[in-house]
């Protein structure tokens, strides 16, 4: 808002695939009940986390790390808050006591502002949130071990990338802990097919296991913003803000 406000300037804004993900370690309770992970993400208004956390710059993710702009990306419904929906399933979990921390990287003021957003909606299903702002280094030495974490994800070009190197059994990146075959092989078969319209048909399967199995509450994929003034011509805002002088 402040560059916006300068005269003769102009705003140059790339919308990015990247996003930071509550994510849920499914090894560790109550994360390992799945109807509990799914209560978590239903109680989540997208559109307004991306909007609360991050003026809105950018677009609401769904819930399965592949964002609109990657070429496979496959669109499936709107996800949309259903606060009814997460107390059924928060019920049917089982799970006594809904008191969860959520571990968060301090040093980047939009992602705590992302889980105070998700943290109030939580609460309206009955999800006690405790919110713990770490320093970065200290955060990143927990990521990939703590029970309930929001991570942040940087850009990159194809969607199949970051499930390989997150969400795929055993890799070392897979800070969730979720091992399930049948992703596994719908992976396998999205990523060794070379023609994009192909790849995209067999990325809805890919996309509806992670929703369904809820190990990530994703709401937002951010924009990345430069800006100069209005006789800059020519110039476009890159995803990772690469400075292309070609």
Excluded at 33 to 60: M, S, T, W
Excluded at 140 to 165: Q, Y
Excluded at 172 to 184: G, K, L, Q, R, V
Aim: net charge negative; charged share 20%; with cysteine.
């Amino acid at each position: 808002p402040l560059l916006q406000s300068l005269p003769n300037l102009q705003l140059f804004e790339a919308t990015t695939a990247q996003t930071a993900v509550a994510r849920m370690r499914v090894t560790e309770k109550p994360f390992d009940n799945k109807k509990f992970r799914q209560a978590v993400a239903a109680c989540i208004d997208h559109a307004k986390v991306l909007e609360l956390a991050y003026g809105g710059k950018g677009v609401p993710a769904e819930n399965h790390h592949v964002c609109p702009i990657h070429p496979e990306y496959f669109k499936l419904p709107e996800r949309k808050q259903d606060i009814e929906l997460a107390k059924k399933l928060l019920a049917e979990s089982g799970v006594g006591d809904t008191t969860i921390k959520i571990d968060a990287n301090k040093d980047a003021s939009w992602e705590v502002n992302m889980v105070q957003a998700m943290g109030q909606m939580w609460q309206q299903a009955g999800i006690n949130v405790q919110i713990n702002p770490m320093p970065g280094s200290q955060f990143w030495e927990i990521w990939d071990k703590t029970a309930f974490g929001c991570t942040s994800w940087t850009h990159r070009p194809l969607g199949v990338m970051v499930l390989n190197l997150a969400y795929r059994s055993g890799v070392p990146w897979n800070e969730t802990a979720y091992n399930n075959p049948e992703f596994d092989a719908a992976l396998d078969d999205a990523s060794g097919t070379l023609d994009v319209a192909e790849r995209t048909k067999k990325m809805e399967r890919v996309e509806k296991i992670l929703q369904e199995d809820a190990i990530i509450s994703q709401p937002l994929w951010r924009s990345v913003f430069t800006a100069g003034t209005a006789k800059v011509h020519g110039f476009r805002m890159h995803p990772t803000i690469y400075h292309q002088m070609d």
